[in-house]
C-alpha cells in the first residue's frame, strides 16, 4: 500500500507595491509507490507497488500583476514550477521518476479595452526529460516552448466571440510519453506528439 508523508510551506504577498506572489516548497516521502506500466499504444497494462522510497520535492512560484494604461487594462501572469521527484532506495535508486519535467514556466498577457481583448500565453519545458524508469538516456522528451495568441470581442454583456491562434510557432514536440522500464532504442515507439498550429473560432453566451 502507497504511504506518504509530506511536508508543505507558503507565502503570500507583494512585491514593489505592484506584483503579488504566491509560493509554496514542499517535500514528500512516499513508500511503496503506485508504478503504472504501458504497452506501445500508450494503454495502461498494470499497476504495482514499487519495493522502495521515493522523494517527491519541488517549489511552485506564481506572479500576477494588473496595470492600467489610460483605459487598457493589462493583466500579466507568470508561473514556475520546479520538480524533483526521484528514487531514494530499491532498484531504481538515485534514478528521476519518468516523464515529470523539472522545470515548467508558463507566462501570460492579457490585454482588456472597452468591449475588445487580445492576448498571448507560452508554455515552456527548457529541460530534457527522461521517459524510462531507468534514466537510459536512449530516449527524452525534449525541450519545448508553445506560444498561444487570441483576441475575443464582448458586443453585450452574455456573448463573448473569440479566436485563437494555438501553437503558432508550429512547434514540433511530444506532448506526452509511456514510462517503461528501460527504453530499448531510440525508435521504440514511447513519445506522443503534441499539436501543431491550429485556428479555432467560437463564441460563449451566458444565460
Given at each position: 500500500q502507497q504511504k506518504a508523508t509530506t511536508y508543505e510551506i507558503g507565502a503570500r504577498g507583494s512585491l514593489l507595491d505592484s506584483w503579488y506572489y504566491d509560493l509554496a516548497i514542499y517535500h514528500a516521502i512516499v513508500d511503496n509507490e503506485i508504478v503504472l506500466t504501458y504497452d506501445d499504444s500508450?494503454?495502461?497494462?498494470?499497476?504495482?507497488?514499487?519495493?522502495?522510497?521515493?522523494?517527491?520535492?519541488?517549489?511552485?512560484?506564481?506572479?500576477?500583476?494588473?496595470?492600467?494604461?489610460?483605459?487598457?487594462?493589462?493583466?500579466?501572469?507568470?508561473?514556475?514550477?520546479?520538480?524533483?521527484?526521484?528514487?531514494?532506495?530499491?532498484?531504481?535508486?538515485?534514478?528521476?521518476?519518468?516523464?515529470?519535467?523539472?522545470?515548467?514556466?508558463?507566462?501570460?498577457?492579457?490585454?482588456?479595452?472597452?468591449?475588445?481583448?487580445?492576448?498571448?500565453?507560452?508554455?515552456?519545458?527548457?529541460?530534457?526529460?527522461?521517459?524510462?524508469?531507468?534514466?537510459?538516456?536512449?530516449?527524452?522528451l525534449d525541450p519545448y516552448l508553445i506560444v498561444n495568441v487570441g483576441v475575443d470581442y464582448q458586443p453585450i454583456t452574455d456573448l463573448t466571440l473569440w479566436a485563437k491562434v494555438d501553437n503558432i510557432l508550429d512547434e514540433n514536440y511530444a506532448a506526452m510519453s509511456v514510462a517503461r522500464d528501460k527504453v530499448g532504442s531510440s525508435k521504440q515507439p514511447t513519445q506522443f506528439p503534441g499539436l501543431g498550429r491550429s485556428v479555432n473560432i467560437g463564441f460563449q453566451y451566458k444565460y
Open positions: 500508450g494503454t495502461q497494462m498494470g499497476a504495482f507497488n514499487y519495493q522502495g522510497t521515493s522523494w517527491h520535492q519541488g517549489v511552485e512560484l506564481a506572479l500576477n500583476k494588473t496595470q492600467y494604461l489610460g483605459s487598457t487594462e493589462l493583466d500579466y501572469n507568470l508561473t514556475w514550477t520546479f520538480n524533483r521527484y526521484t528514487f531514494q532506495s530499491g532498484l531504481y535508486q538515485g534514478k528521476h521518476l519518468p516523464t515529470i519535467p523539472d522545470h515548467i514556466i508558463t507566462a501570460q498577457i492579457k490585454a482588456k479595452h472597452g468591449k475588445f481583448g487580445a492576448g498571448a500565453d507560452m508554455n515552456y519545458v527548457p529541460t530534457s526529460t527522461p521517459v524510462d524508469y531507468v534514466n537510459s538516456g536512449r530516449q527524452e
